[in-house]
Nanobody, 115 residues
Framework: QVQLVESGGGLVQAGESLRLSCTASVRIFSINVMGWYRQAPGNQRELVATITSTGSTNYADSVKGRFILSRDNAKNTVYLQMNSLKPDDTAVYYC?????????WGKGTPVTVSS
């Protein structure tokens, strides 16, 4: 069982930045893939970015060049640095962890970007 706790969401204006954090209840070096997904009202949940246990990252085209995903194994935490935010980035952001063929989810943190 893995618990994930997200933080860092909020209300910002277009062009500003936010950093989301996701802290796991287990050592994250043991987790195959961690990532962030988001779900806007009326939309399906979509991939934002993932990072493997070896540090390889993958980003959705819509956030490439603006978002940076990193991990701190000592703190069991992954960070999503979101720059140049746009109103289209408004969503609830969920942290996910893939471990032993199971996917665990956090409860989500809301991000609202005003124009």
């Amino acid at each position: 069982q893995v618990q994930l706790v997200e933080s860092g969401g909020g209300l910002v204006q277009a062009g500003e930045s936010l950093r989301l954090s996701c802290t796991a209840s287990v050592r994250i070096f043991s987790i195959n893939v961690m990532g962030w997904y988001r779900q806007a009202p009326g939309n399906q949940r979509e991939l934002v970015a993932t990072i493997t246990s070896t540090g390889s990252t993958n980003y959705a085209d819509s956030v490439k060049g603006r978002f940076i995903l990193s991990r701190d194994n000592a703190k069991n935490t992954v960070y999503l640095q979101m720059n140049s935010l746009k109103p289209d980035d408004t969503a609830v952001y969920y942290c996910a962890a893939d471990l032993r063929s199971l996917r665990y989810w956090g409860k989500g943190t809301p991000v609202t970007v005003s124009s």
